[in-house]
């Protein structure tokens, strides 16, 4: 079954097989399974990322921006990270819901030859007609690298789009089509086990991705009131041995005295520990009197370990 047919069979919001234990062992690495048979689509190998699927844009603020992670990235040694199961309880935890699952190359050419099904990834394309319809929607960007040059697809506003309505205005029934697809598409991206056989996959199960690295967002908020009034507070002691008044640049756009850094190596995975223990109230000390809060982005294996510069930012 392709992956565009499939997404039509797909229920609504499935979301794949059950994660196990998040004590459990990660899924074992590979150089994308099975060697490529004639006639494949030529990829990356190894951390180098096949394809990614992020949301950019939309009215947010600075803090979620910074912590916005992509839904879907499939790597050229066969794994896929993806965003699992989110809980609707506050205080969340602090580390968010990433799974991860290893494919075969015969798994990751199904996706691939699923995305040369849809016909739009022949070169860049932005659909922005949907501005029309809703304010303020994020766009949905497809990245793919694999079968030539580096293509992005960016679609606005995916979803918002009935199906069986007009076109509206200056908007082409071409556009209509192509929101229809990559609607299609990125519902069988997300549910890749409802139309990929069992031997499409290296692992059983799909596990919680542990990050290696972060971005720490942090802020001094000694004095200030606490965030969630009367819910419990946690405090607990910051775990490295430097000044959190001093961590990473100071970042602008925040306009609070925000500041960002990157921790990896024996300090990832001492942070990894405390993002894992910690919920979204969580509050870190150095001195027991000291207050900082701190924003974790766990970094996927792809991605430039540098703070970003920020729109707005000096």
């Not at 979803?159 to 519902?187: F, V, Y």
Request: hydrophobic share 40%; glycine share 12%.
């Amino acid at each position: 079954m392709s992956l565009i047919l499939a997404a039509c069979a797909a229920p609504a919001g499935s979301s794949g097989s059950p994660v196990e234990s998040p004590g459990g062992s990660s899924p074992p690495r590979s150089d994308g399974g099975s060697s490529p048979e004639p006639g494949d689509i030529d990829h990356p190998t190894g951390d180098e990322a096949i394809l990614v699927v992020d949301h950019t844009g939309g009215m947010v603020p600075v803090q979620f921006m910074v912590t916005n992670l992509p839904s879907f990235v499939m790597f050229g040694d066969g794994r896929v990270i993806m965003q699992g199961a989110q809980t609707a309880e506050f205080p969340g935890p602090a580390y968010p819901a990433l799974i991860e699952r290893t494919l075969t190359e015969a798994g990751i050419q199904a996706v691939l030859s699923g995305i040369e099904d849809t016909n739009l990834f022949t070169s860049d394309l932005e659909l922005r007609g949907a501005q029309s319809v809703v304010a303020d929607a994020s766009d949905t960007r497809f990245t793919l690298n694999a079968g030539g040059p580096d293509v992005i697809v960016s679609v606005y506003g995916l979803g918002t789009l009935l199906p069986d309505m007009d076109p509206p205005p200056g908007m082409s029934s071409a556009e209509i089509d192509a929101h229809r697809i990559l609607g299609q598409l990125n519902n069988g991206l997300m549910t890749l086990d409802s139309w990929l056989p069992a031997d499409a996959w290296e692992t059983e199960g799909w596990q919680r991705y542990e990050a290696e690295a972060f971005r720490l967002y942090v802020r001094d908020v000694t004095g200030e009131p606490v965030e969630g009034g009367d819910l419990p507070e946690q405090i607990r002691d910051w775990p490295t041995d430097d000044d959190p008044a001093a961590f990473g640049e100071v970042e602008s756009a925040f306009g609070d005295g925000t500041r960002c850094g990157v921790v990896d190596g024996e300090l990832g995975a001492a942070w990894l520990e405390e993002v894992t223990a910690a919920n979204q109230l969580t509050l870190w000390t150095d001195d027991g009197d000291r207050r900082f809060s701190i924003r974790a982005r766990p970094l996927l294996p792809h991605e430039d370990p540098a703070c970003p510069e920020l729109i707005g930012a000096a």
